[in-house]
């Protein structure tokens, strides 16, 4: 990727393999980095950002938990452990995991999803300091809110979805909603040869959100 104008542009002539994907299932993530392999050779970076929100009632929620880890937490435990042992054998290799403001905050009436999102932390902890021996990083990000179908199918199920966004662009400090490329430039950056002694924490890109105390 290349930065053009503040914007994430695709190079022209990148090579590009896209592998349809249920991170849900151990099996079909093995077979997506397989095919990764085959096609571009071995797999040195992982970026497990597949994740769904799911926001209930505790005590009224059916089988909501186990749909929400099994995306939100087995679903980054699938993407790690299908590239370790190639990165492990290498001796090289960074895994970004994506968590989210979720991880350090709570929102009444969110859960589970905060739940998960701090086992990503956990995991991300966990993994990096296990591999950082063999000099596999693992790292997170915690993004805030940012302009995804996700963060539009919210605003959507609320009465008023235009009020909503607005209220949620109030509550910034910067008083604007993140982009999609500012968390992807965090992950290249993580990912790059630029970042070699981060490992086991995580980066968050909210704008300050978080820091401020009161709404
Ligand atoms: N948008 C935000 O405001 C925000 C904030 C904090 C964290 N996040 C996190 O960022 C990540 C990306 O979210 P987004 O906003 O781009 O959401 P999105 O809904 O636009 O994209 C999520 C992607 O995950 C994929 N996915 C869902 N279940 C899957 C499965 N079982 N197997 C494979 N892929 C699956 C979906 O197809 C979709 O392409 C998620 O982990 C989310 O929790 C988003």
């Not at 096609?39 to 040195?44: I, M, S």
């Not at 005590?59 to 939100?72: E, G, I, P, S």
């Not at 809110?145 to 199920?157: C, K, M, V």
């Amino acid at each position: 990727m290349t930065r053009l104008a503040g914007k994430v542009a695709l190079v022209t002539g990148a090579r590009v393999l896209a592998v349809q994907t249920d991170v849900t299932q151990s099996a079909s993530v093995q077979h997506a980095v397989s095919e990764a392999h085959t096609a571009l050779g071995p797999v040195d970076v992982l970026v497990n950002n597949a994740g769904i929100n799911v926001f209930c009632d505790t005590l009224t929620m059916t089988d909501d938990w186990r749909r929400c880890f099994a995306v939100d937490l087995d679903g980054v435990w699938n993407g790690c452990r299908a590239v370790l042992p190639g990165m492990v054998e290498r001796g090289a290799g960074s895994i970004v995991n994506i968590a989210s403001t979720h991880a350090f905050k709570i929102i009444p009436g969110c859960f589970p999803y905060p739940v998960a999102k701090h086992g990503v932390i956990g995991l991300t902890r966990a993994l990096g300091i296990e591999y950082a021996p063999r000099n596999v990083r693992v790292n997170a990000i915690a993004p805030g809110y940012i302009e995804t179908q996700l963060a539009h199918d919210w605003w959507n199920e609320q009465p008023d979805p235009a009020a909503a966004r607005q209220a949620t662009i109030d509550l910034q400090p910067m008083k604007r909603i993140g982009r999609p490329e500012e968390v992807a430039m965090t992950a290249v950056f993580l990912a790059s040869d630029e970042a070699p002694f981060i490992n086991a924490t995580c980066i968050t890109v909210e704008g300050g959100r978080s820091v401020l105390y009161h709404d």
